[in-house]
């Protein structure tokens, strides 16, 4: 089984309180291994008013959350049964289980707060092979040589022109090889 993303649907305004209960559910019931990173998904916008700026939080989609999980029938009840929850996105009830984001539909996503499906922590090692989806090298494929974790940031290097050359990528663009 393979940790894969789904939308879940909450009260709308409820989403941080969701994810906090969600959270604390995880950790007592020992779910760690089932249920990953929970996401409200939100941008933060400039905005000037009477000549100040002020930066505000919004979020992208009012009402959902991002749970990263391995749907298991236990994951799958711990989240549907948590307090605000009101459903999965892509389940027709009646028990059946949700269908999970597509990779490029979590990943526009995800790139959009700034943050990869790839966790840098457990998912990519200096030396693992990886394939640049996106920016001016994509299409190539290279060898970790560094990863940067505070900035989700790795140093990749390519073969250019017959040169193995270093460049300096962000999580969200790469893909395991």
Known sequence: MEKLWY?????????QKVKEKLESK???MEMQDHIF????????EVEIKDGVKKE????????????????????WYIVRNTPGVTGFIGSSGKGAKPTPLLPQEID???ATMGMSRLDSDSDLKVGDTVNI?????????????????????LNVLI?????????????FQVNKA
Do not use: C, W
């Open 7 to 15: 939308v879940v649907n909450t009260y709308s305004g409820h989403e």
């Open 108 to 110: 526009k996503v995800l």
């Open 133 to 153: 989806i996106d920016g001016p090298f994509k299409g190539m494929t290279g060898k970790i040589d560094t990863v940067d974790k505070e900035n989700n940031r």
């Open 37 to 44: 990173r929970i996401i409200v998904p939100e941008t933060t």
């Open 56 to 75: 505000k939080t919004k979020k992208m989609f009012p009402g959902y959350i991002l749970v990263e999980m391995v749907m298991s029938d236990e994951a």
């Open 159 to 171: 073969d250019l022109f017959g040169q193995e050359t270093p460049v300096e990528v962000e999580l």
């Open 26 to 28: 995880i950790e007592s």
